[in-house]
């Protein structure tokens, strides 16, 4: 899939909304991983320095820290703006939702490599921080502040600090 067609898909996505920080974000990291295919480095370093400037907007003006070194899967939604922090080797599936104030990081210094991974459908709501080395299944649910800590089972809804499951759907 081409790069024009990766952010069309991700525009459909967001409500066909241009003007929506998510939608901005995604379309710098979908920008982001595309220059690092363009050879030799040389003719990369205008994108990179193109890249650079657009990485630092999304983050500073829209608060959506999104690295290119993320695996994003297609058609994810970032929902709301602000506070959004996501661990550059998390990897995110398929028509995920994140939401404002979401936190994908490592959680111990002495592994800086260890990130979350989401699956496909995955819910994430306002203000949930997901720490370290854990796997959430299809279809799971992260409900508003909980702290994840542990995996979740696909189709879960987790909530509270730290997270337990309070439901399955399947």
């Known amino acids: 899939m081409s790069l ?11 409500g ?5 920080p998510g939608f901005r974000a995604v379309a710098v990291h979908r920008f982001g991983v595309w220059r690092m295919t363009i050879q030799p480095k040389l003719l990369r370093a205008p994108m990179t320095i193109i890249y650079g ?3 630092r907007h999304c983050r ?3 608060g959506i820290e999104l690295p290119y070194t993320v695996k994003l899967g297609r058609r994810v939604i970032i929902e709301h ?3 959004i922090v996501i661990h550059g080797y998390s990897e995110i599936g398929d028509d995920s939702i994140i939401r404002q104030g979401v936190t994908l990081g490592n959680r111990h210094l002495a592994k800086p490599f260890d990130a979350p991974c989401l699956g496909q459908r995955v819910n994430v709501g306002a203000g949930a921080a997901i720490m370290g080395k854990v796997r959430l299944g299809d279809d799971s649910s992260v409900g508003a502040n909980a702290v994840v800590l542990a995996d979740v089972d696909a189709g879960d809804t987790v909530v509270g600090i730290p997270a337990k499951s309070i439901r399955n759907t399947h």
């Not at 024009?4 to 967001?14: G, L, N, S, T, V």
């Not at 066909?16 to 929506?20: I, Q, S």
């Open 4 to 14: 024009f067609e990766q952010i069309k898909e991700d525009w459909q996505a967001h």
């Open 16 to 20: 066909r909304d241009w003007t929506k």
């Open 53 to 55: 400037f657009l990485y």
């Open 60 to 62: 500073n003006v829209y």
């Open 81 to 83: 703006q602000g506070g």
